[in-house]
């Protein structure tokens, strides 16, 4: 009786509808989730890098689709042959290659998804010099220039006692030498917790810096200022104010991007904002909530998620920030929570869910989610 059972199951499983043998089909294994960084290429597509170390890429339309990675970690290939191990920042050029900060190294990905190793070894450690030779600790954000310099921040990590919380900025050249960025002398340059990274149209790189509340400006040739912020001027209650930058302040700038026409946005997770910083200004384009001080002295905005116009739209702890060819801004939310929503803020100002995983306890795992 169990073996004709069992036959049945199988008959009926071959005589279902096609769209009734995969309802339930996850549609998309291992999604995007607890998501760090975002980029748009020049044909609209975006990439996101996430904790299950894949990167996804997401059509114009909002379909996502894995790209790269799911081998073992660390191997180059091509698509999902390869393998990263702590994949987080994410920069892309002028011909779509893609680069990541993968642990201690970086890797390149090419528009057809060959990864390759470019800089950086398996054995961590704090080495200038030839891109091959050279050594990283742990790098979180990337960026790169039009000439192609790649920057990166390393996590300063002592033996004794772990990640002191501060970050070097590693410049790597064209060329491929690996170079770390002094303070304007012989020290070393170093940012508490640094988080979005960008560089602009004359090769200027710009930090956040988000633990002292302000925002960085390094030149090609190094000269170190501040674009906007109140740099250490305070430790906790650091309490937003828009206006000249000569006297806004800034809470926690978080993801970085910069528009066609030279203007800076970020992300705020705290004050679950998208700021612009322009004509010597900083201003609010998106977001609101009430402000609350009882868990914070200076204070943080109530978590939401809305979409609509840009400055009643709500977010939920917003992070990494990418422009596309079009001008819209596509942001990384709630993730703070194991979820990854990718939210656009289009040229006109309107507030969308763009593509959106959740888990789904059905299927133990990342889904899209309508």
């Given at each position: 009786m169990k073996?004709?059972f ?5 008959l009926?499983a071959?005589l279902?509808p096609a769209?009734?043998?995969t ?12 998501s760090?960084g975002?980029?748009?290429?020049s044909?609209g ?7 299950n170390n894949?990167?996804i890429?997401?059509?114009p ?5 894995l790209f790269?990675?799911?081998?073992r970690?660390?191997?180059d ?5 390869a393998g990263?191990n ?7 050029d002028a ?10 190294c ?8 060959v ?6 070894t398996r054995?961590?450690?704090?080495k200038?010099?030839d891109r091959l030779?050279a ?5 979180e954000?990337?960026?790169i ?9 390393d996590n300063e990590w002592?033996n ?6 501060y970050?070097?900025?590693r ?7 690996v170079t770390?960025?002094k303070?304007?002398n012989?020290?070393?340059?170093r940012l508490?917790?640094p ?9 200027n ?15 090609p040739?190094?000269?170190i200022?501040?674009?906007a912020?109140?740099?250490?001027k305070?430790?906790?209650n650091?309490?937003?104010?828009e206006?000249?930058v ?6 926690n700038p ?5 528009a066609?026409?030279?203007d800076?946005?970020?992300s705020?997770s705290?004050?679950?904002r998208i700021?612009k910083?322009a004509n ?7 977001g609101?909530?009430?402000?609350n001080?009882s868990g914070?002295?200076?204070g943080?905005?109530e978590?939401?998620?809305a ?12 992070n990494a ?5 079009n001008?819209?801004l596509?942001?990384i939310?709630r993730?703070?929570?194991?979820n990854s929503?990718i939210?656009k803020?289009s040229?006109d100002?309107i507030?969308?869910?763009f593509c959106?995983?959740e888990?789904?306890p ?9």
């Amino acid at each position: 009786m169990k073996k004709i059972f069992l036959f049945r199951l199988v008959l009926l499983a071959f005589l279902l509808p096609a769209n009734k043998m995969t309802a339930q089909t996850p549609k998309l294994t291992g999604a995007f989730a607890a998501s760090f960084g975002i980029v748009a290429d020049s044909k609209g597509n975006l990439f996101v890098t996430g904790r299950n170390n894949k990167i996804i890429k997401i059509s114009p339309a909002g379909k996502a689709e894995l790209f790269a990675g799911g081998a073992r970690m660390g191997k180059d290939g091509k698509a999902n042959q390869a393998g990263f191990n702590d994949a987080e920042g994410i920069a892309i050029d002028a011909a779509d290659n893609l680069y990541v900060a993968d642990g201690p190294c970086i890797r390149k990905i090419t528009p057809d998804a060959v990864v390759t190793t470019i800089a950086g070894t398996r054995n961590a450690g704090y080495k200038d010099g030839d891109r091959l030779t050279a050594t990283f600790v742990n790098l979180e954000n990337i960026a790169i220039d039009n000439n192609g310099t790649i920057y990166v921040t390393d996590n300063e990590w002592t033996n004794n006692q772990g990640s002191s919380g501060y970050y070097v900025i590693r410049k790597i050249s064209a060329e491929g030498m690996v170079t770390t960025i002094k303070n304007g002398n012989d020290s070393v340059l170093r940012l508490h917790y640094p988080r979005g990274m960008a560089c602009d149209a004359a090769g200027n790189l710009y930090v956040n810096a988000s633990v002292s509340h302000c925002i960085k400006k390094i030149s090609p040739s190094g000269i170190i200022t501040t674009l906007a912020g109140q740099c250490d001027k305070t430790i906790f209650n650091s309490v937003y104010k828009e206006g000249p930058v000569s006297s806004a302040v800034l809470t926690n700038p978080s993801g970085m991007a910069i528009a066609k026409n030279g203007d800076i946005y970020i992300s705020d997770s705290r004050l679950n904002r998208i700021i612009k910083i322009a004509n010597n200004k900083v201003t609010t384009v998106a977001g609101t909530g009430k402000f609350n001080f009882s868990g914070n002295p200076a204070g943080a905005a109530e978590p939401g998620y809305a979409d609509g116009k840009a400055l009643m739209a709500r977010f939920d702890s917003p992070n990494a920030i990418a422009f596309d060819r079009n001008g819209n801004l596509y942001i990384i939310d709630r993730s703070n929570s194991n979820n990854s929503y990718i939210r656009k803020l289009s040229a006109d100002g309107i507030v969308t869910t763009f593509c959106k995983h959740e888990w789904n306890p059905k299927t133990s795992q990342y889904e899209e989610a309508e």
